[in-house]
């Protein structure tokens, strides 16, 4: 069973930066595609980020291209992601999930390929 932890949330203000860890335990992290999802009040789930086993494929939503960077050490079972730029439109419960995967896939992007999810961190940026 793989069990996904996250941290790095919290309060800051527009234009600020946080980053996001992620740990992961269980069998074969080196081998599943991660991601990071989020989810604002009122709002669907949506994946921000996303990253294959190798870290040679990634997606980036198009709101925050530019300004998050996803990584991820396959050796230190960890995920992480930057986001610099803060816009309120980023305040959400952030996700991290992971994907069973294979090392020459590409990233994952659709939520149903998930099935390991974290409990969420909350990401608040003030105006």
């Known amino acids: 069973q793989v069990h996904l932890v996250e941290s790095g949330g919290g309060l800051v203000q527009a234009g600020g930066s946080l980053r996001l860890s992620c740990t992961v335990s269980g069998q074969g992290f080196a081998y599943y595609a991660m991601g990071w999802f989020r989810q604002a009040p009122g709002k669907e789930r949506e994946l921000v980020s996303a990253?294959?086993?190798?870290?040679?494929?990634?997606y980036y939503l198009d709101s925050v291209k530019g300004r998050f960077t996803i990584s991820r050490d396959n050796s230190k079972n960890m995920v992480w992601l930057q986001m610099n730029n803060l816009k309120s439109e980023d305040t959400a419960v952030y996700y991290c999930?992971?994907?069973?995967?294979?090392?020459?896939?590409?990233?994952?992007?659709?939520?149903?390929?998930?099935?390991?999810w974290g409990q969420g961190t909350q990401v608040t940026v003030s105006t």
């Open positions: 999930a992971s994907a069973v995967s294979d090392p020459f896939s590409q990233v994952k992007t659709k939520t149903e390929e998930y099935g390991y």
């Open positions: 990253v294959n086993w190798s870290s040679g494929s990634m």
